[in-house]
């Protein structure tokens, strides 16, 4: 079942820009421009680009926030904008920058008071609260205000905040920046936890491409308002020809002339007890067992394609 359904959707602002030593010039600026994209229910899907590529404006105009310019969005079977407080009821939504908590208030209280904002039953909130409680290890801090609260623990109480009401649709922007490793990894695998239930619709924006990669299946690229990639990991990593590379320790050093069809040799090192190759395809047990046959081998490691080298490289083209 399609939850989210972008047609053509763009949203245009004015700006107005310097031209010459007194003049100013409106000029109209494409934050997004055109952009197709249906998301199933039960989907993970990594909404990224490079800064100013229109990731926020989408999902303001996802959320009901923004009146798009152009074509048509529906979220959960409704429009945004003219049904914003009812598309809220089916909506959750964290945004690292910005909070949906009651700054002096504990964080029981918070919760508390969107229980009765959204209605919510109260055996219903009671078990959500539970499990939110202890998956994100929130009982220590319960009954701190949220003024207190460091931003890792704050942020997982964004989190239950969003999900109190047990929405359709969830939409995390940028959820675990500036967190701690530890606070990243929580935030993770929780996030992990609900999307593999299946019934929650994922949308995530992040710079942190560590997020993407452990919890999305597929991932949307956009630039200058405008979808470049729409595929898994996977996809571009076979799109720009991502290699895994190999690394091996020599007893002796590497023979010269040393070849296996697939590996491309691209470093020797230590005078030459270090060697490493890309690989194409599944050619690393050939390799090491060539080195085998030598009786050279004494250590290796394989390394697979780093997201950060691949998306950089579709950002620069
Ligand atoms: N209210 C606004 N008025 C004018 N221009 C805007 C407004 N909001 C966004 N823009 C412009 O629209 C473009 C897209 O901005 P947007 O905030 O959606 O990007 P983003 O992908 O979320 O970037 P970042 O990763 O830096 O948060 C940018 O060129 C930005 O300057």
Not at 126 to 148: H, K, S, W, Y
Not at 199 to 219: G, K, Q
Not at 261 to 272: D, I, K
Not at 302 to 312: H, N, R, S
Request: hydrophobic content about 40%.
């Amino acid at each position: 079942m399609t939850v989210i359904k972008m047609d053509q959707l763009r949203k245009d602002f004015t700006v107005r820009v310097k031209a010459g030593r007194f003049r100013r010039e409106k000029r109209t600026v494409a934050a997004v421009d055109g952009i197709d994209l249906s998301i199933e229910r039960g989907e993970m899907v990594g909404y990224i680009g490079p800064n100013g590529a229109g990731k926020s404006t989408t999902l303001k105009m996802l959320t009901g926030v923004l009146t798009p310019s152009g074509g048509h969005v529906s979220v959960c079977g409704l429009e945004p904008v003219p049904q914003r407080t009812r598309l809220a009821l089916r909506l959750g939504v964290v945004f690292g920058q910005r909070s949906q908590l009651w700054w002096d208030l504990p964080l029981r209280e918070s919760f508390r008071l969107l229980k009765h904002i959204y209605r919510v039953r109260p055996d219903e909130h009671a078990a959500r609260l539970r499990r939110c409680v202890g998956l994100l290890d929130l009982e220590a801090f319960l009954d701190t205000p949220v003024r207190q609260l460091s931003l890792g623990q704050r942020m997982r109480g964004e989190l239950t905040a969003a999900l109190l009401h047990g929405p359709e649709v969830l939409f995390l922007d940028e959820p675990t920046i500036g967190l701690d490793v530890v606070s990243k990894q929580a935030v993770r695998s929780f996030l992990a936890e609900l999307g593999a239930t299946g019934d929650v619709t994922l949308v995530l924006t992040t710079h942190d491409l560590a997020d993407i990669e452990r919890l999305c299946r597929r991932l949307v690229v956009i630039d200058h308002g405008r979808v470049v990639h729409d595929g898994t990991i996977e996809a571009l990593h076979t799109r720009y020809g991502s290699r895994r590379r190999l690394v091996v320790d020599l007893d002796a050093p590497l023979p010269t002339g040393f070849t296996v069809e697939g590996a491309t040799l691209v470093s020797v090192e230590a005078e030459g007890h270090r060697a490493s190759f890309d690989l194409a395809g599944d050619t690393a047990g050939a390799v090491v067992g060539r080195l085998a046959a030598l009786s050279s081998l004494r250590d290796l490691s394989l390394v697979e394609p780093d997201i950060e080298d691949v998306v950089a490289r579709l950002y620069a083209s």
